[in-house]
């Protein structure tokens, strides 16, 4: 580990070399929010004991962490794999798997081409076999193989002359300078190859079923539709972990699951926690910690632009028209969340605060459709071509909050002409191939779009990022504009913050005008957690909570 000095000087070397931003900077939206007030925290133990039970609305599905994944999927993930380094609250890399690469050590060449990993040597599987340099270049390899379904191909798919030096140490080269790659790599779980071993197809493996990572935790099963359970790595390289067995408990409906909390049959709420309107309330339990997160993602109702009648950008346009936000936030929310127009959290350096501020306009919402040649039926819902103006909009069965909001939306669009149909559905079905290869009209759910502190989107909206159209990303909205082809391809080879900032910002507007998406608001969450859980923390540079579930232990 590196001493706050070095920590300090390597952050510089990013600064420099590689355009990255520094805690010092604007890197860290925001600074480690522990819930509570600080308070003089006892010693973990000195080996793991007792357990936690972490409730989830969501159901974790997937264990392969590079197929096609949700946040909720990572909760798992993070306890059962490790990355090359991390990212901590501040913004800065810290090492894992392997030592942090910088210009200063040798790691990456000042123009960011040439790259020379090296991997600690301590470090096993939870089958026993050792971790090596090999198992990296599998991983890298996987990721950009063309039979395989990836999540991620971004960034991976720049490498070439990728070579193993030796067991601890590999080495390659990238196409052409890539700034986002260090955010994308902290985000990279590897996984073992011998695992993989005599498999003809890659997308059916044992890690579906059974994962073995290098993580502070091991799998012992899964109840669908229940839980899952995971007990400690006891040979883990790292510190921690701290607790003997953690059980993640599925609990579908919000209410059910902080009733759960309230009367202490679960230790810690997780994605998407304590429902806004519980906040109060929950600020008066005994024996728990409650309090404001602020978070990187965004609440967001997802169009298909790929199918009728999303397709058609007039008619997402008047949606988002007849959507009266602020009244849904007040009343519904409680004003937890931040209003927002952009993808991107407005504490990032790169936010754009020049967007068209949203605009509530039910009449306006008519002229446009009108214009479009939508036109009032015999029943009032607008017709085209002999086709009604009505699509199907979907989010997590039991999630109250977001349901009210359904609610409020079909009642607003239905004074403009539009019929919206809800057709929610637990979430392990949502967000599996229905969402995951763009089978859905619409979809209400909350996305974190950033890989980290970097400003990079393209797996998101590059038109080839898209599983619907073979592609290997998470462009779930089929979205497609040439020009934000480019810009995403200009933004990744620049290097300088203020260079890279009016790309993005260009990305923003054209994002804001085409409304693949409408962002409805920044997230701002409601965690809790018993008295005595040290080590839970914020860290708004990765997509959930459990990102340093090793640290956690009780007092």
Same mark, same amino acid.
């Given at each position: 580990?590196?001493?706050? %000095?070095?920590?300090?000087? @390597? *952050?510089?070397?990013?600064r420099? =070399?590689? $355009?990255?931003? /520094? &805690?010092? !900077?604007?890197?860290?939206?925001?600074?480690?929010?522990l819930?509570?007030?600080?308070?003089?925290?006892?010693?973990?133990?000195?080996?793991?004991?007792?357990?936690?039970?972490?409730?989830?609305?969501?159901?974790?599905?997937?264990?392969?962490?590079?197929?096609?994944?949700?946040?909720?999927?990572?909760?798992?993930?993070?306890?059962?794999?490790?990355?090359?380094?991390?990212?901590?609250?501040?913004? %800065?890399?810290?090492?894992? @798997? *392997?030592?942090?690469?910088?210009? =200063?050590? $040798?790691?990456? /060449? &000042?123009? !960011?081409?040439?790259?020379?990993?090296?991997?600690?040597?301590?470090?096993?599987?939870?089958?026993?076999?050792?971790?090596?340099?090999?198992?990296?270049?599998?991983?890298?390899?996987?990721?950009?193989?063309?039979?395989?379904?990836?999540?991620?191909?971004?960034?991976?798919?720049?490498?070439r002359?990728?070579?193993?030096?030796?067991?601890?140490?590999?080495?390659?080269?990238?196409?052409?300078?890539?700034?986002?790659?260090?955010?994308?790599?902290?985000?990279?779980?590897?996984?073992?190859?011998?695992?993989?071993?005599?498999?003809?197809?890659?997308?059916?493996?044992?890690?579906?079923?059974?994962?073995?990572?290098?993580?502070?935790?091991?799998?012992?099963?899964?109840?669908?539709g229940?839980?899952?359970?995971?007990?400690?790595?006891?040979?883990?390289?790292?510190?921690?972990?701290?607790?003997?067995?953690?059980?993640?408990?599925?609990?579908?409906?919000?209410?059910?699951?902080?009733?759960?909390?309230?009367?202490?049959?679960?230790?810690?709420?997780?994605?998407?926690?304590?429902p806004?309107?519980?906040l109060?309330?929950?600020?008066?339990?005994?024996?728990?910690?409650?309090?404001l997160?602020?978070?990187?993602?965004v609440?967001?109702?997802?169009?298909?632009?790929?199918r009728?009648?999303?397709?058609?950008?007039?008619?997402?346009?008047?949606?988002?028209?007849?959507?009266?936000?602020?009244?849904?936030?007040?009343?519904?929310?409680?004003?937890?969340?931040?209003?927002?127009e952009?993808?991107?959290?407005?504490?990032?350096?790169?936010?754009?605060?020049?967007?068209?501020?949203?605009?509530?306009?039910?009449?306006?919402?008519?002229?446009?459709?009108?214009?479009?040649?939508?036109?009032?039926?015999?029943?009032?819902?607008?017709?085209k071509?002999?086709?009604?103006?009505?699509?199907?909009?979907?989010?997590?069965?039991?999630?109250?909050?977001?349901?009210?909001?359904?609610?409020?939306?079909?009642?607003?669009?239905?004074?403009?002409?539009?019929?919206?149909?809800?057709?929610?559905?637990?979430?392990?079905?949502?967000?599996?191939?229905?969402?995951?290869?763009?089978?859905?009209?619409?979809?209400?759910?909350?996305?974190?779009f950033?890989?980290?502190?970097?400003?990079?989107?393209s797996d998101?909206?590059?038109?080839?990022?898209s599983?619907?159209?073979?592609?290997?990303?998470?462009?779930?909205?089929?979205?497609?504009?040439?020009?934000?082809?480019?810009?995403?391809?200009d933004?990744?080879?620049?290097?300088?913050?203020?260079?890279?900032?009016?790309?993005?910002?260009?990305?923003?507007?054209?994002?804001?005008?085409?409304?693949?998406?409408?962002?409805?608001?920044?997230?701002?969450?409601?965690?809790?957690?018993?008295?005595?859980?040290?080590?839970?923390?914020?860290?708004?540079?990765?997509?959930?909570?459990?990102?340093?579930?090793?640290?956690?232990?009780?007092?």
């Amino acid at each position: 580990m590196s001493t706050e %000095n070095e920590n300090s000087k @390597l *952050a510089f070397t990013r600064r420099k =070399a590689l $355009g990255l931003l /520094s &805690a010092a !900077g604007v890197v860290s939206y925001f600074a480690p929010n522990l819930l509570g007030k600080e308070r003089a925290l006892a010693a973990p133990p000195s080996s793991p004991t007792g357990q936690l039970i972490i409730g989830l609305a969501q159901e974790p599905t997937v264990f392969n962490p590079h197929k096609l994944h949700i946040e909720v999927d990572e909760g798992i993930q993070f306890a059962l794999y490790d990355t090359l380094f991390t990212v901590t609250p501040e913004g %800065n890399f810290k090492p894992s @798997l *392997a030592e942090v690469p910088t210009v =200063a050590n $040798g790691g990456i /060449s &000042a123009d !960011g081409l040439n790259w020379r990993i090296k991997l600690r040597d301590d470090v096993k599987w939870h089958d026993g076999k050792p971790f090596t340099a090999n198992d990296v270049k599998f991983t890298l390899e996987l990721l950009v193989d063309p039979k395989f379904k990836s999540w991620r191909r971004t960034g991976h798919e720049l490498i070439r002359d990728l070579k193993v030096v030796s067991p601890t140490e590999l080495t390659w080269r990238m196409e052409h300078p890539f700034a986002p790659y260090p955010s994308i790599l902290a985000a990279t779980f590897i996984v073992p190859a011998h695992v993989f071993e005599g498999i003809s197809d890659r997308n059916v493996t044992p890690l579906d079923s059974a994962p073995v990572g290098t993580g502070p935790f091991k799998f012992v099963s899964r109840r669908p539709g229940d839980s899952i359970e995971v007990v400690a790595n006891h040979d883990y390289f790292g510190e921690g972990p701290y607790v003997e067995k953690v059980l993640f408990r599925y609990i579908p409906d919000q209410t059910v699951l902080y009733t759960q909390f309230k009367t202490g049959d679960i230790d810690l709420v997780s994605l998407p926690y304590i429902p806004a309107n519980n906040l109060e309330d929950a600020k008066k339990l005994p024996a728990k910690v409650v309090g404001l997160m602020p978070a990187s993602s965004v609440e967001c109702i997802a169009f298909n632009t790929g199918r009728a009648p999303l397709d058609d950008k007039a008619v997402r346009q008047a949606i988002f028209l007849a959507f009266d936000r602020e009244s849904a936030l007040e009343q519904i929310y409680y004003g937890v969340p931040i209003a927002t127009e952009s993808y991107i959290p407005q504490q990032s350096y790169y936010y754009n605060p020049n967007l068209p501020k949203h605009e509530y306009n039910p009449e306006k919402a008519k002229e446009v459709l009108e214009a479009a040649g939508w036109v009032p039926g015999s029943d009032g819902i607008r017709v085209k071509d002999g086709k009604r103006l009505s699509f199907t909009n979907s989010t997590s069965a039991g999630n109250q909050i977001r349901e009210q909001i359904q609610q409020y939306m079909q009642q607003t669009l239905r004074e403009v002409g539009i019929e919206m149909k809800v057709e929610n559905m637990p979430s392990a079905v949502l967000f599996a191939d229905f969402w995951l290869k763009s089978q859905f009209h619409s979809v209400m759910h909350g996305q974190d779009f950033l890989t980290g502190f970097d400003p990079d989107t393209s797996d998101f909206f590059l038109s080839t990022n898209s599983a619907a159209k073979g592609g290997g990303g998470l462009n779930f909205w089929q979205y497609s504009n040439p020009e934000v082809d480019k810009l995403l391809s200009d933004g990744g080879k620049l290097f300088v913050p203020e260079e890279r900032k009016p790309i993005y910002a260009k990305i923003q507007e054209l994002v804001r005008d085409d409304l693949p998406f409408i962002v409805m608001w920044q997230r701002r969450t409601v965690r809790g957690h018993k008295e005595g859980l040290n080590g839970y923390s914020a860290n708004v540079n990765v997509r959930i909570d459990t990102w340093n579930i090793a640290d956690w232990y009780r007092s």
